[in-house]
């Protein structure tokens, strides 16, 4: 690993002032020589494995700014503190009432230890699994940009089928960003020129020709909050994750599924789809198709098509686009027998 | 203006393991698991696979249930720190999870136990032991090779209503 200095600023605009002192405006965050680090469960690894590089590291956890530990609650919505931990708002009440979504999203992430340290906006922001960009012998444009991708013909039955492009297929592999994809959710930020608000839909990015650049922040940037708007049908959603083992592994496939119904009929759905795509993947198509319509097997069928109509798949991950349309007809059936 | 540190210059950390001090001198890079193994001497705590993947190196950090394979030790300065070796009174008497893993014979080769045990008092204290299936889905993080995984679901379960509102 390399060495780093080791710093715990006492506030964000320290933590801030210290990042734009040390990296640089083309640095991409994830590339920086001075990051930022709250739970540690992704960038620790990732510092062990050659895959991260800081030589500074700036410790989130001393901040003393207000409402960055906090769940707030309203009928507006839900402000969730940067630093509060998976595992926390997982357990939490009006969470678990408002956004079964949410809680979902989070209990069904990673292990018990893991969700006491990752903090909610580290989560978000977690880096790809795929085993080419975590060993560094391997080509791979996301760790190092133009270098190839050594996935494209390997052995990628864990890489998506959505959003990919030619120089990355790599899969984002979190639960938590599809259920606020879904919810329209929006990241508060603060960096060196202003504080600024994301929408959840803008925060990551397909990888096109740059799969090294992850997100839209800045490598001064800190997410502050997450916050989802008040949404009174969201008590009506579920998170259905298919995996290779009942627990404690990622996503072959996933839904989000957030259902305003009148009798029968879809009066707007919400749909994210995980572990098929590069990135949190809004599936607007199949909200489309289901718009108006009486949910059933046929209808929730027909939204999975259309969620999948643009999948590529590659050699070992085809069976992925039967695997995402069976989870999310069935997510979607399950959701419409929900009682709330 | 205070001197700008460099990589490499080990740091001078107080932690705080099973309610004693220890000040040590660190590379920032050392994690939790290796002050704990190599620095202090506590081998309680086992390395497994290194990358926050099987759960042998779980330890209680403000009383929850953590990794310290992927905390850096630089971070807990000033926390409380529990292992295994702490859990038993100063007379010997085991913690009652420690005695049910050993009146159900909750292990094989035992690699493992010390983060299962840690892990499992997390777990009960979370709330999170309600049923069988509960505390299989929240003792997921905790991989036993020997599969001793039904005599475990039965020690968390005897511990549980052992330690209810203690």
Redesign the interface.
Known sequence: MRPFVYEQPADIASAVAIASRFTTNDDQPTRAKAQFIAGGTNLADYMKLGVAEPNRLLDLNRLKDAGLRQIQVSDDGIRFGALVRMGEAADHAEVKRRYPVIADSLRLAASGQIRNMASLAGNVLQRTRCEYFRETSWNCNKRVPGSGCAALDGFNRQHAVLGASDACIATYHGDFAQALIALDAVVHAEGSRSARKIPFAKLHRQPGNTPHVETALAQDEIITAIEVPGLPWARRSLYLKIRDRESYAFSLASAAVVLDLAGDSVREARIALGGVATVPWRARAAEDALQGKKLDEASAEAAAEAAFADAAPRKHNAFKIELGKRTLARALLETRDMKV | MSVE?????P?VTSLKINKRSYDISL???T?LLDALRDHIGLTGTKKGC???QC?AC?VLVDG????SC???A??NEGKDITTIEGLASRDGKLHPMQRAFIDHDAFQCGYCTPGQIL?AI??VN???AESEDDI???????ICRCAAYPNIVAAVLQARDETKGA
């Open positions: 540190p460099k990589p490499r210059q740091v590379d920032t890079r994690s290194d990358h926050g759960g779980t929850k249930r953590v990794l992927l905390s850096f630089v971070m892990s997390g777990c979370e709330g999170h299989r889905e929240y003792m997921s993080g905790n």
